[in-house]
C-alpha cells in the first residue's frame, strides 16, 4: 500500500450504536446488502440479532464503499480460508464485530488487522472458561481479582485474543490459551506474536461504551488510531467522517 509521507497509514475505527432508528432504518439497511446477505439475514429466528446483522454490514458497506469512491451495494465482499472478510480487489484492509446494541468497524490502507467487541455478560461461567481458554498464567491471574474485577478482566482478555486472531486471518485454528495477552487493565497497549507468524502484532484496548470490552489488533507498523463514534441511521444517511 502506498503511504503519505512515508508515515504508516492511520486505522480509523467507528464505535457504532445498534439502537435507535426504527424499522425504517433497517429497510434502508438491507436495501445496500447483496442477495447471499439478505439471504443469511432472513435465516435469523429473533428480531434483535438480525437487526444487528443487517446494520452493522450496511454500515460496513457504507464505510468501505466510501474510502473506494463506489457504491456500497458493488462493493464485492469475500471470505477467507477461516471466514476473515476482504474487499475482492483490495484497496483496504477492515474488520468488524458486533455484539448486543453496538458495532464495531475498522479500516485502514495500511497492513492487516482485526477487532472484537463483547458486552460483558453476567450468565456465563467465566472460572470454567478462563481454565479451558486461557494461558494458566491468565487463568491464574483472572481468580486472583474480585469477583466483579474479575468479569470485566475475562472479558478484556477474550476481546484481546479474538482481535489478535481475527487479525492474523487464522481465527480458531490458533488456540485462544496458545495467545498470552494478559488480563491487567495497566497495560492498554501490548506487543506480541502469534505462534507460527512472523508479524509482529499490537494489540490496543478500546474506549468501549459502558458495558462492553473492546480490542483492537494492527501489524506493527500501523499508525495512529482515530476512534469515531456514531449512530447506524448517522452513519448510514450521513457523512462517513474519515477519508
Known amino acids: 500500500m502506498e503511504r503519505r509521507g512515508g508515515a504508516p497509514p492511520h486505522v480509523h475505527v467507528w464505535v457504532v450504536s445498534l439502537c435507535g432508528g426504527g424499522d425504517q432504518v433497517v429497510h434502508e439497511a438491507e436495501a445496500l ?6 439471504e443469511r439475514a432472513n435465516r435469523f429466528r ?13 454500515c460496513l458497506r457504507r464505510v468501505i464503499g466510501e474510502w473506494l469512491d463506489r457504491d456500497p451495494r ?5 471470505a477467507g480460508e477461516h471466514g476473515k472478510l476482504y474487499v475482492d480487489g483490495g484497496g ?20 492487516r488487522l482485526g ?19 486461557f494461558s494458566p498464567a ?5 481468580a486472583a481479582l474480585s469477583p466483579r474485577d474479575r468479569r470485566v478482566a475475562f472479558f478484556v482478555c477474550w476481546t484481546r485474543k479474538e482481535a489478535l486472531l481475527k487479525a492474523t486471518g487464522r481465527g480458531l485454528s ?9 488480563v491487567s487493565r495497566s497495560l492498554p ?11 509482529a502484532w499490537t494489540i490496543w484496548d478500546l474506549d468501549a461504551p459502558e458495558g462492553y470490552a473492546a480490542a483492537i489488533a494492527v501489524a506493527e507498523e500501523a499508525g495512529e488510531i482515530r476512534t469515531h463514534r456514531v449512530d447506524a441511521s448517522g452513519l448510514l444517511r450521513g457523512p462517513v467522517g474519515a477519508e
Request: proline share 8%; net charge negative.
Open 189 to 199: 497497549v501490548r506487543r506480541l506474536r502469534v505462534p507460527g507468524e512472523p508479524t
Open 74 to 78: 458493488e462493493v464485492v465482499l469475500a
Open 33 to 38: 446488502l447483496a442477495p447471499d446477505e439478505i
Open 92 to 111: 483496504v484492509e477492515f474488520n468488524v464485530s458486533h455484539s448486543g446494541d453496538v458495532a464495531l468497524l475498522a479500516v485502514t490502507r495500511g497492513g
Open 115 to 133: 477487532v472484537d467487541v463483547e458486552r460483558i455478560d453476567e450468565s456465563p461461567d467465566i472460572d470454567t472458561l478462563s481454565r479451558r481458554f
Open 174 to 182: 490458533v488456540p485462544l490459551r496458545d495467545v498470552e495477552t494478559g
Open 46 to 58: 429473533v428480531p434483535a440479532p438480525r437487526r444487528s446483522f443487517v446494520l452493522t454490514r450496511a
Open 138 to 142: 491468565e487463568a491464574d491471574a483472572l
